[in-house]
């Protein structure tokens, strides 16, 4: 079974600048969530999507982070305009169903510098 | 709100040694509560879990106790390997709300 995939794995960019992550979920996984990893601290979330539908943003910095899920299936994280403390690691994970119990899968991340 | 707090780390073992990495947690309700490793390199993986007070979760020779009385989650292994070297994140989840997790603990085992 293919695991959760991420894209790009490593991404430097500028304050300022914007950029964007994608997530491709475990087939048939309705549910995704984008976590934020700062280094030496816990996954945060971000976003939380059932299907293609927002459940839970309650935590992303809209002014300039934004995620779409279109279709259900793939989705974007983007962040525009970059700052200096948005570096991190940004994980998507899926799980089958709206229940976490049933075990949320992660991908390997996509580490973020941002200078 | 709900949290969970780890021992900090880094730990650092012995071959064979007996590990434990304390977690304690607080939250509304009942939740489940799970242990995620993270192997160099790699995502999180889930390493075992408890769903219920008094559950007892086990994995690879891991094992947590859901301790309700001590909002506790501790887990143990009696012989560590050079393999289980990680970075090791204790996390709950109540009410089907996403998990919530802990900073962290890393551990290296040493030959």
């Known amino acids: 079974e293919a695991g959760v995939a991420q894209s790009p794995r490593y991404k430097i960019i500028e304050k300022r600048q914007s950029v964007a992550f994608w997530c491709n979920p475990i087939?048939?996984?309705?549910?995704l969530y984008w976590y934020q990893q700062i280094l030496g601290q816990g996954p945060k979330l971000l976003i939380q999507f059932q299907n293609n539908g927002v459940v839970d943003d309650s935590q992303l910095p809209k002014d300039r982070f934004s995620a779409e899920r279109l279709k259900g299936v793939d989705s974007t994280l983007k962040i525009q305009p970059a700052k200096l403390e948005d570096s991190a690691v940004y994980l998507c994970?899926?799980?089958?169903?709206?229940?976490?119990?049933?075990?949320?899968?992660f991908g390997q991340g996509t580490r973020l510098t941002v200078v | 709100g709900n949290s969970v707090t780890q021992m900090e780390g880094p730990v650092t073992l012995s071959e064979e040694a007996f590990l434990t990495i304390n977690c304690t947690y607080t939250a509304t309700g009942y939740p489940s509560l799970f242990w995620y490793v993270q192997y160099p390199g790699e995502g999180l993986q889930l390493l075992l879990k408890a769903t219920k007070a008094d559950d007892k979760g086990s994995n690879k020779g891991f094992e947590a106790t859901y301790r309700k009385e001590t909002t506790s989650f501790h887990l143990e292994k009696g012989s560590v390997q050079v393999s289980d070297s990680a970075v090791y994140f204790c996390a709950l989840s109540a009410g089907n709300t996403p998990l919530v997790f802990g900073k962290g603990t890393r551990l290296s085992v040493i030959a």
């Open positions: 087939s048939g996984h309705a549910t």
């Open positions: 994970a899926s799980s089958f169903g709206d229940r976490v119990i049933t075990e949320a899968f």
